[in-house]
């Protein structure tokens, strides 16, 4: 996609529109092109610059086999981002985010353990043992985890990222991610501090419209990234399969050329053999001969 053509898309999408003037940050100033009836306009050309840097950077965590766990809460986010998100199997967080998810890992993995525990034991038989207020009580348990837990049930370690949408409202699990040095990525609109993430996006972070394109554009260099893994990962399986296959062959190769030597050496001792056969008996004749003459 050329510039012209992207910039184009981003203007159409309302990325450009930024808070009131009023609601600003000083630290978003580089990124601010103008103002407009009391409202700050984003400058597109940043936006797209630091969009390609988060991009590039992205993929090249998805290619190395990472997770990045996406995070938006805000209600016009929620559903983009899920269904943007799905697509990649990256974990997500759409509802409200758990004090403690990352910084104290640990006890995430307990719940989603616990939620799994439930599971089995509608499987194995175990449910059925249970009496009516036992059923309701982890019914209700489990629907309340998976909603906290459900879209996060994979993620078995720590995130190698996080990508954001509005750190105001999720600045929680923003420190949690600088806590723990974590990669971080978010969509930064004109009332928030861009210098507090790794790779900030500016951008219109109410509008549906530039939410989505936002995430498109993210969640496609990712695509990208796990593509470029899975098709590394199969030429290394090949490469591995030929070096297998050279090296039995040299080994069969290697076999044969033994198995020769060693005929070789079988045929020159028994030519050996043979050989002190014969000085034996023509020995044998000679001395016979000498004493036949004797008597």
């Known amino acids: 996609m050329s510039k012209k053509s992207e910039f184009k898309e981003l203007l159409e999408a309302g990325v450009h529109f930024g808070h009131l003037k009023r609601k600003w940050n000083p630290a978003m100033a580089?990124?601010?092109?103008?103002?407009?009836?009391?409202?700050?306009v984003i400058d597109l050309n940043k936006t797209i610059a630091h969009l390609d840097q988060a991009c590039a950077a992205a993929?090249?965590?998805?290619?190395?086999?990472?997770?990045?766990?996406?995070?938006?809460?805000?209600?016009?986010?929620?559903?983009?981002?899920?269904e943007k998100v799905k697509d990649i199997n990256m974990p997500y967080v759409t509802e409200r985010w758990t004090g403690g998810m990352l910084t104290n890992f640990g006890t995430t993995r307990k719940s989603i353990r616990k939620m799994a525990a439930i599971d089995k034991m509608q499987k194995d038989g175990t449910w059925d043992t249970l009496n009516k207020r036992e059923k309701l009580?982890?019914?209700?348990?489990?629907?309340?985890?998976?909603?906290?837990?459900?879209?996060?049930a994979d993620m078995t370690r720590q995130p190698a990222a996080i990508f954001i949408v509005d750190i105001l409202k999720?600045?929680?699990?923003?420190?949690?991610?600088?806590?723990?040095?974590?990669?971080?990525f978010a969509m930064v609109d004109t009332n928030v501090n861009p210098k507090k993430v790794d790779?900030?996006?500016?951008?219109?972070?109410?509008?549906?419209?530039?939410?989505?394109?936002?995430?498109?554009?993210?969640?496609?260099?990712?695509?990208?990234?796990?593509?470029?893994?899975?098709?590394?990962?199969?030429k290394q399986e090949k490469d591995n399969e030929a070096e297998s296959s050279k090296k039995n062959v040299a080994e069969k190769a290697e076999k044969k050329e033994t198995k020769k030597e060693e005929t070789k050496a079988v045929k020159k001792e028994s030519k050996k053999v043979e050989a002190k056969e014969e000085k034996a008996k023509s020995e044998k004749v000679v001395a016979d001969t000498n004493k036949d003459e004797e008597e």
């Not at 993929?59 to 899920?82: C, D, H, R």
């Open 199 to 234: 790779f900030p996006i500016p951008a219109n972070d109410d509008a549906t419209k530039s939410i989505a394109i936002i995430l498109e554009r993210v969640t496609q260099a990712i695509k990208e990234g796990l593509e470029e893994r899975k098709s590394a990962k199969a």
């Open 30 to 40: 580089p990124y601010i092109f103008n103002e407009q009836k009391g409202i700050h």
């Open 137 to 152: 009580f982890k019914t209700r348990q489990r629907e309340k985890l998976e909603k906290n837990f459900g879209s996060i």
């Open 59 to 82: 993929k090249q965590i998805a290619a190395s086999g990472k997770k990045i766990l996406f995070v938006a809460t805000k209600k016009q986010a929620k559903q983009i981002l899920e």
């Open 170 to 184: 999720e600045k929680i699990a923003l420190n949690e991610a600088k806590k723990l040095g974590i990669t971080t």
